[in-house]
């Protein structure tokens, strides 16, 4: 199979969808595997490197559309790349639609079969692909929350572990998933006083034992959440509902009662996010401010640590990878069903039923998984 790997354009994404080294697993496998020259520059990757490891460098990202049947990527394509696909290829990487109803339309205009890494499963219903970025957003939430806490970022002025005769910062994490657990490390190995809400209590058991009472939990009711935001200096939004977007759980009004300087950082955000008044950001203007509280928004967050980041995706992406390469796209969902379950755009139509449902766009199962 050819495989194109274009340069994330992204504002500030420095991340790539194929490291040198997958490439050249790829290339051992007798792929032949086309890079957009300066794609893994934001990353020190040379292009050199990914010649030595098998790729052939073409300078503009038509070219690697053109020349490709399979597009490895690592965020969505803006509306521009997706006038360059066509029925003939196969898009892979994050799609996070159900925030994003025009690129959804330009993919199912396009005809081009588009995997999401968000949605792909594994055995015990987990998403290996979305776990590795959950797992890098949720521990930068923790850094950003402290950050912005600061006084000379407009914040607080509270030091997020506190100091003998100081109490700490009280830091609210809704969600007890990938992301939230690892905001909940983070946080509480800062010293902060970490309360982690979810509505599964079976999960909540599991982090009361993990964290052996250093960090408190409780079952999210409306009730509950409005309790915390109030009381909290940094609320950090972990929620995820595969492919779907997310619920809003802190409404205006919740907003309007935390203190001035207080932070929340979103990291549902790609999904839409789960405050309401949370809108995207980028790293070139994360912040801004509502009602007094100061919103951190990114959309890319993992983009920040750009070089862990892609080695930790490019670590659960690739034995994907491989098995579209190795059996081309259809055989290879047919083959694997947690492969198919990332299908969401095929033929014209949206194929996963929760982003056709929150688009209200319509919504067909392709005949050939069946």
Known sequence: MRIGVPREIKVHEYRV??????VAELAAAGHEV?????AG??????????????ARILETPQAVFQRAEMIVKVKEPQLHECAWLTPAHTLFTYLHLAADKPQAEALMASGATCIAYETVTDAHGRLPLLRPMSEVAGRMSAQVGAHYLEKEQGGRGVL?????GVAPARVAILGAGVA??????????????VTIYDISLDRLAELDAYFSGTVATAYASRAAIAAAVARAHVVIGAVLVPGAAAPKLVTRDMLKTMKRGSVLVDIAIDQGGCFETSRATTHANPVYVEEGVIHY?????????ARTSTFALNSATLPFALQLANKGPVEAMRANRH???????AGGFITYEAVARDLDLPFRRPSWLD
């Open 17 to 22: 969808g194929l490291t040198p080294p997958s």
């Open 34 to 38: 086309f890079v957009e020259t300066g």
């Open 41 to 54: 520059a934001g990353i020190d990757f040379d292009d050199q490197e990914y010649v030595a490891a098998g």
């Open 160 to 164: 997020l572990g506190g100091v003998p």
């Open 180 to 193: 939230g657990f690892n905001a909940a490390v983070i946080a509480a190995g800062m010293r902060a006083d």
């Open 297 to 305: 928004c990114v959309a890319n967050m993992p983009g920040a640590v």
């Open 339 to 345: 492969l198919a379950n990332g299908l969401n755009v």
